[in-house]
């Protein structure tokens, strides 16, 4: 009897232990998962964007931008302490928009000041999907926020600036946890400005610009908390309305929200001499996509 009593009694021990290991273990479990669960949100927290400032700002509130400072536009005293607004009298076939560089996300960012420390993110003659798919199927051209800022004036001194000199700065945001591929050719994009006529309908302004020939595309990698930067024309008119920015990175077609400036009621139209209203004309559909980037030229209302 005292055997078995004793044998009762260190049976009961071992089942209290265990139990007690078993809630310990259980306790521990429940703390790796919590743990697990927070750093997994500090890993998908996203990083919020703010328009930043910039370092160089004149007396009349302008930003200059040297970077295509030449003796000759310095011989010719292009102005660069006033803003002077581009003028045309039809849909604008000026040069695009202007890419400025790539800078991760602060209060304040200088234009003018050289960085290299980027181009190993470059990815020279660039075709697309194609390359994305082949080297890194990780990387993809969606996700981006884009984002205007039209209260904001840069200024130029460039040859085109016979034409005016003032831009406002447009931005490319990454606020993902993941790398993005953002494209462009030469010095500029693939983007233009839709404006919003007295029926309230979205036309084009501009159009793709001309190119020379077939090279010179790249695409560039924009990291979490990155963005690109791009300046894009701001034009005199005696009409005021809605306008808002179109971008075309890779097969994605981007649309910011709208926002209050003034136009030339003509930009709408293109002249019937011009080589764009033929191509338009023959193929709707084709020059719809690769010259308006998907935007709808007035012309074939």
Known sequence: MKVSLAKLYIAVLTFVFLISCSQKNELNERINIEKQTETSKKDTIVRKFEIPKFKGINKNGLVKYSKFDTIFTKLKNFPTDVAVYFKTDSLNNLPGPIFVGKYPFSKEIDINKKDTSYKHDFIYEFRGDRYVDIHNDSLSMDGFQLIVDYETNIVLSFPRT??????????????????????????????????????????PIERRPIEMCGHGYWGLRIHPGEFALFILQKYTGNFKTWLRVRLKNGTNIYVSKPFIGTINPSQ??????????????????????????????????
């Open 268 to 301: 709408f139209y293109i002249p019937h001499y011009a080589r764009n209203y033929y191509y338009l004309k023959e193929n709707p559909a084709k020059a719809i996509m690769s010259r308006f980037y998907g935007s709808i030229p007035k012309e074939l209302d």
């Open 162 to 203: 016979l034409w005016g000199n003032t831009f406002y700065p447009v931005y490319v945001v990454n606020e993902t946890q993941s790398t993005k591929i953002f494209t462009g050719k030469d010095s500029h994009l693939f983007s233009l400005q839709e404006a919003r006529d007295s029926n309230y309908r979205w036309y």
